[in-house]
């Protein structure tokens, strides 16, 4: 069984971090957020790496 990986615009993703577009793109540049996706010329984030940078910065307070 294929478990769905919504694929997300820097829109979408963006408030999940709790910033803004030109941040979201400055966390990309910066390596934080991983490279989108590339479909033709859209770029997308499949959801689970952006929950998965979330987690890494949770366990990084422990750290």
């Known amino acids: ?3 769905m990986d919504p694929l997300l ?5 963006a408030p999940l971090l709790g910033v803004s577009i030109p941040t979201f793109w400055r966390r990309v540049a910066d390596g ?4 989108p996706v ?3 010329a859209l770029s997308r984030w ?3 790496e952006i ?7 949770k366990a ?4």
């Open 1 to 3: 069984m294929h478990i």
């Open 9 to 13: 615009t820097a829109r979408e993703a």
């Open 32 to 35: 934080t957020v991983p490279k």
């Open 38 to 40: 590339k479909l033709g």
């Open 46 to 48: 499949p959801q689970s």
């Open 51 to 57: 929950i998965e940078v979330i987690e890494k910065a």
């Open 60 to 63: 990084r307070r422990f750290a």
